[in-house]
């Protein structure tokens, strides 16, 4: 009979202190995901500015649009004012009579300016395919200067030197000068 009692204490014994949780002590820190949206347009010097135009009657502007732009990218923010992301793109370039998909990485730093803006630089850097030419591959670099909303998120306005390291016809490497617009979701 003893040894019932005894099992019987022990297994109420058991179930008691299985009753007792653990507080929590680590904490973690939460990753900060985005998705961002980019539209920008490459332009150029116009060749005749200042000339008037013939059937307008107008001057011609200094420069002129030379395509488009759409990049989306994913990433990560470590801490909120550093961002490294993954980006794919489709960039038309009328005067050149070419379409790039860029696929490259980038470091976006971007310390809090004034009351309400961020300013940013972000550099970039990966592989460029242009399509329905089989023959032109070749790196993609850019860097990025503007300005965006204080919260982490939002719209901003960015400048932008890119660089694709292939050429259609000659041994210079085709490049452009970009004004874009940005949308960051959280």
Known sequence: MRVYVLISILFFCCLGYSQETPKQTDVKTPRHTFAKLDFSFPIRVNQYYGEIDPYTGEKEPFFLPD???????????????????ANIGIDWKGSKCLVVAPIFGTL???????????????????????????DLAGYFKKISIGIEDKDSGGFGLYLELCQYGFSK???EKIGSF?????????
């Open 169 to 171: 016809i000659t041994d």
């Open 67 to 85: 395509g488009i732009s759409t990049r989306f990218g994913y990433g990560l923010k470590p801490i909120d004012w550093i961002a490294i992301g």
């Open 108 to 134: 976006k730093i971007c310390p809090i300016g004034g009351m309400d803006l961020r300013y940013f630089v972000e550099a970039g850097y990966g592989r460029a395919l242009a399509l329905g030419k089989n």
């Open 178 to 186: 970009c004004v874009g617009l940005t949308y960051q979701f959280k």
